[in-house]
């Protein structure tokens, strides 16, 4: 039985190194984002501590996560939105001839627009119709939804960003799949 050759090129692995961390590609709703979530996670590790080590949780913990990850939805998609890394359908992209695609992808950055647009609005008059405080602590439900209209806003912005971005350099990450 022959020992293998440990020198072939076949046993050599490429090992791709970790990216290094630089504050230019992040905006202020990440470090916001990244906040909240850290309130989260230490919140969800109150509840847990709570709850199994000592026999007795708190009855806030599940109520405060509960809305702190819907803060953390609304703001993180800010970041979806600025990278374009929202869900999209590019297969008829792909079939389709370059102008109907180009038209396709500003008609798709416009219904964004105006879908955040109209979000923002329609979140600003919830939150200013919502008297109610949550059920475990003493703090108005509005709060929660004008975090909300805050990640909706800040989505619309982005989603502007991005359509004169595409529309300056004539193309859009679903063009650049084809």
């Known amino acids: ?4 050759d ?4 076949s046993t050599v692995f490429d090992f791709v190194e970790e990216d290094s961390f630089r504050a230019r590609d992040y905006a202020p709703e990440d470090y916001l ?15 847990f501590f709570t709850r199994y080590v000592l026999g007795n949780s708190i009855a806030w913990t599940e109520e405060m996560a509960r809305y702190l990850l819907v803060a953390v939805g609304f ?4 970041m979806a939105v600025r990278k374009g890394t929202h869900i999209a359908v590019e297969f008829f992209y792909r ?17 964004n627009i105006v879908f955040f647009a109209a979000m923002v609005w329609i979140t600003y008059h919830l939150a200013g119709r919502t008297t109610a405080l949550m059920a475990s602590v003493d703090i108005p439900k509005s709060y929660l939804y004008y975090l909300v209209m805050l990640g909706f806003a800040l989505m619309f912005v982005r989603a502007v960003q991005v359509a004169i971005r595409h529309w300056r350099s004539g193309t859009s990450p679903l063009l650049d799949s084809q």
């Open 95 to 111: 079939y389709m001839p370059p102008w109907m695609a180009r038209a396709m992808s500003t008609a798709v950055d416009l219904v």
């Open 75 to 78: 703001l993180g998609s800010t």
């Open 33 to 47: 984002t990244l906040g909240i979530f850290w309130l989260l996670a230490l919140d969800v590790f109150l509840q």
């Open 1 to 4: 039985m022959s020992q293998p």
């Open 6 to 9: 440990h020198n072939d090129e």
